[in-house]
């Protein structure tokens, strides 16, 4: 548990609309899916990843990273799970992150205007309701938990059997070994409307 995984610049903090920690985590949960994808010959490469705030326990200190910070973190069995939706429920998704104010996305741009959709996009482009996109996310949320009732019936599912504490220790090592110190920015991929 004592193992060091990587050294932050700053401590990052889980907070809404979006925050260093959402950020991270969902990036991520995005690029191993990516990847995963790329291993397997799967003809698909994952749109957005979605982490629910509550599923992320605790924060990450500032300095040193350990085991230990991740299992705090992430005290759950959680799994990362493709799940493919329509366009429809993706705004579904979306009304339900801004009904709360925000929580861990990658690959989307939402701003939130009273606590609804203001403005929403995937990769640059508008939401289209009869279009499909794939969603990476984890075990709890695929199978509807935290209210994300639009994911029980997916258009097509694959379960990767990758615990997200593992992706996590495993990416922030190579992050660390790769760049040195990890700087998590926010970027402002939620953000409230005026």
Not at 139 to 144: E, F, L, Q, T, V
């Amino acid at each position: 548990m004592s193992k060091i995984v990587g050294v932050t610049a700053t401590a990052l903090v889980k907070g809404k609309p979006d925050s260093k920690l959402t950020n991270l985590v969902s990036d991520i949960l995005l690029k191993c899916a990516n990847d995963y994808c790329a291993e397997k010959h799967l003809n698909i490469s994952p749109d957005i990843a979605y982490v629910n705030y509550g599923g992320l326990r605790a924060s990450l200190p500032q300095g040193e990273i350990t085991v230990g910070h991740i299992f705090e973190l992430m005290p759950f069995e959680n799994e990362i799970v493709l799940v493919k939706i329509s366009g429809e429920s993706i705004l579904k998704m979306a009304e339900r992150i801004a009904g709360r104010g925000g929580e861990g996305v990658s690959g989307l741009k939402l701003g939130i205007r009273n606590e609804k959709v203001g403005t929403l996009t995937i990769g640059g482009k508008p939401v289209d309701p009869a279009a499909s996109y794939w969603v990476v996310t984890n075990d709890y949320i695929a199978n509807g938990g935290d209210q994300m009732s639009m994911f029980i019936t997916p258009l097509d599912k694959i379960e990767t059997k990758i615990k997200i504490r593992d992706i996590l220790i495993r990416s922030l090592n190579e992050m660390f070994r790769r760049d040195g110190v990890i700087d998590v920015k926010e970027d402002g991929r939620i953000y409230n409307e005026q």
